[in-house]
């Protein structure tokens, strides 16, 4: 059973910050987490993958040094930490878990992950 639940979501204006949480209730092991996102009318895309057991991280070019990936030490909380946001930053954010698969393999593709929160809305203003 896994269970992920994201929160941290809101409204901010360009060049802005946010940090979004997601916790993480599993009773197996999980490969990796990860962020998508989800713009009205767009496709989800990853946005930043993180491999649980020695913690190394991937990005998208877009979020590429303004976006940081990270977990609690008891790897209980996902965390994105969302610098300098941008009106195209606009979206639904979830956090999703992948119960196999190779450090970092695939970790764009949204079909490698079994598990989805609910998301959280992030509104960035002009």
């Known amino acids: 059973q896994v269970r992920l639940m994201e929160s941290g979501g809101g409204s901010v204006q360009a060049g802005g910050s946010l940090k979004l949480s997601c916790t993480v209730d599993s009773s197996i092991s999980l490969y990796s987490l990860a962020w998508f996102r989800q713009a009205a009318g767009k496709e989800r895309e990853g946005v930043a993958c993180i491999y649980r057991r020695d913690a190394s991280t991937w990005y998208a070019d877009s979020v590429q040094g303004r976006f940081a990936i990270s977990q609690d030490n008891a790897a209980t909380t996902l965390y994105l930490q969302m610098n300098n946001l941008q009106p195209e930053d606009t979206a639904i954010y979830y956090c999703?878990?992948?119960?196999?698969?190779?450090?970092?393999?695939?970790?764009?593709?949204?079909?490698?992950?079994?598990?989805w929160g609910q998301g959280t809305q992030v509104t960035v203003s002009a």
């Open positions: 999703a878990a992948r119960q196999s698969g190779g450090r970092g393999e695939s970790w764009w593709n949204r079909r490698a992950y079994q598990t």
